[in-house]
């Protein structure tokens, strides 16, 4: 893509939302911004140990992106080995995040000599980085990271909240079908900030403080972008969230691509037939319950199926006695692996996954079919969709995993007739996918659109 001419002397701040997945989503995209305007300078914001995470393990970043730090607010008495719940560590890091977010803002200034023309962030930090782009009369672009379906919510959260007050307890099986071309979701599947209702405001962190403001927030953006293909949402979805905005951009998602593999993944999933191999990765920031941990090793062993689980040492330390020796012929723990190299392998025939989007998309583009059981926040949206609009996967039976019902969905997926269409739906949407991400689909449209915003602001 041909660097704009207008870019010169142009100074976007780039800030992150430092948990999960989402700093790495979004600095994969800054690589992407970077290449395409190469003469753009990016400062990217995020905590100290987030950029170090970061940029420690992306060896090819591109010259004119630079880390700056921002406080994560942990009290500097605190115990190591002890921080606080990641919901706490969230809400301090939003509390003191405009202040703090000034500071590394006025040292890229000093650093780059360069004034600020343009602010891109996570939409999770929508509010100070509105703030921010008023004060220094800027646009700001918001990105929203996940599954783009799962933003419809939050334009909606007072309309939601009004429909369920007069419920102690909502039929969480009740249809969402007033959200516009959405009515596959269900009441059970929204994230808990969201159903709040009116006398429970007590009861809200500044996160779900931040989320239910987003509504308002996003329409004064100069684009929201979506890490997602616009091919792939329902149209009347995409039609009323445009309907919001000044403009509504589907870019693609920044799939990250790891060129390691320290703990030989790779070669021993050579050793496995085609479509035979469950591969288990359920995300970091919230851990499996241990009774259900169980439930997945009885699961595994019983199947006789090969597998290759990414689990923390910590709970590795928490399986069955003897678990891993008695599968150590057809199953491979290990606390890491280079995700999209083992969804592309020909032997991995499904993803057993909590349904966070940057492995959702992953597995959706490399025509895995997945099993999915949602933890918190977008999750049950992405799972319902995953399950029962694009039907490429299943959702867990009861939500929870039991041996027997994780079975049963491994048998359905993997061997059983009745899984073909799962199997063959997931191999049609890689192939859209493919094409809604070659140069004639609305990502490289909309891609082009937003180097022109960054660029010529």
């Avoid at 995300?283 to 241990?290: C, S």
Wanted: glycine share 6%; aromatic share 8%.
């Amino acid at each position: 893509m041909a660097t704009p001419l207008c870019d010169e002397n142009k100074h976007v701040v780039v800030i992150a939302f430092p948990f999960g997945s989402h700093p790495l989503a979004l600095l994969n995209q800054t690589i992407r911004l970077a290449s395409a305007a190469s003469n753009v300078t990016f400062s990217f914001i995020s905590t100290a140990k987030s950029n170090q995470s970061l940029f420690s393990n992306q060896p090819n970043i591109p010259h004119n992106i630079k880390p700056y730090n921002v406080s994560d607010e942990v009290p500097e008495d605190h115990v190591p080995g002890t921080l606080p719940p990641v919901p706490v560590l969230v809400d301090l890091f939003l509390q003191a995040s405009l202040e703090k977010l000034e500071q590394a803002i006025d040292l890229a200034v000093k650093s780059t000599d360069l004034r600020v023309t343009c602010i891109v962030s996570d939409t999770f930090v929508s509010a100070p980085s509105l703030s921010l782009s008023l004060k220094l009369n800027v646009p700001w672009v918001a990105c929203w990271p996940s599954l783009s379906i799962s933003v419809s919510p939050h334009f909606y959260t007072h309309l939601i909240r009004q429909k369920f007050s007069d419920s102690h307890e909502p039929d969480k099986s009740i249809s969402l079908d007033f959200l516009p071309g959405l009515s596959h979701l269900r009441v059970e599947d929204l994230p808990h900030d969201v159903l709040l209702k009116p006398g429970e405001e007590h009861k809200e962190t500044v996160f779900s403080k931040i989320l239910a403001s987003t509504g308002q927030l996003l329409p004064q953006a100069r684009a929201l972008v979506m890490f997602f293909y616009e091919e792939l949402d329902p149209p009347v979805f995409v039609q009323d969230t445009k309907s919001k905005l000044k403009s509504l951009l589907y870019v693609g998602p920044p799939l990250s691509q790891s060129h390691t593999d320290i703990h030989g993944c790779l070669p021993w999933l050579d050793q496995h037939g085609s479509r035979s191999v469950a591969y288990l990765s359920f995300g970091t920031v919230v851990p499996v319950p241990h009774h259900e941990l169980l439930q997945v090793s009885d699961a595994l062993e019983a199947s006789g199926l090969p597998f290759l689980w990414s689990l923390r040492d910590d709970q590795k330390s928490l399986l069955p006695d003897g678990f891993v020796e008695r599968t150590s012929k057809r199953g491979k723990i290990v606390p890491w692996v280079p995700q999209t190299q083992v969804l592309a392998h020909e032997s991995v025939g499904v993803l057993l996954t909590h349904c966070g989007s940057n492995s959702v998309i992953e597995s959706m583009a490399k025509g895995v079919p997945m099993i999915c059981r949602p933890f918190f926040g977008d999750h049950g949206m992405a799972a319902r969709t995953v399950a029962d609009l694009w039907k490429i996967g299943v959702k867990i039976e009861g939500g929870v995993f039991t041996k027997n019902g994780l079975i049963q969905s491994l048998n359905l997926v993997l061997v059983e007739e009745e899984g073909k269409k799962i199997r063959e739906n997931a191999l049609k949407m890689k192939k859209t996918m493919q094409i809604a991400s070659g140069a004639d689909g609305k990502a490289a449209q909309d891609f082009k659109t937003l180097v022109d915003i960054i660029s010529c602001s």
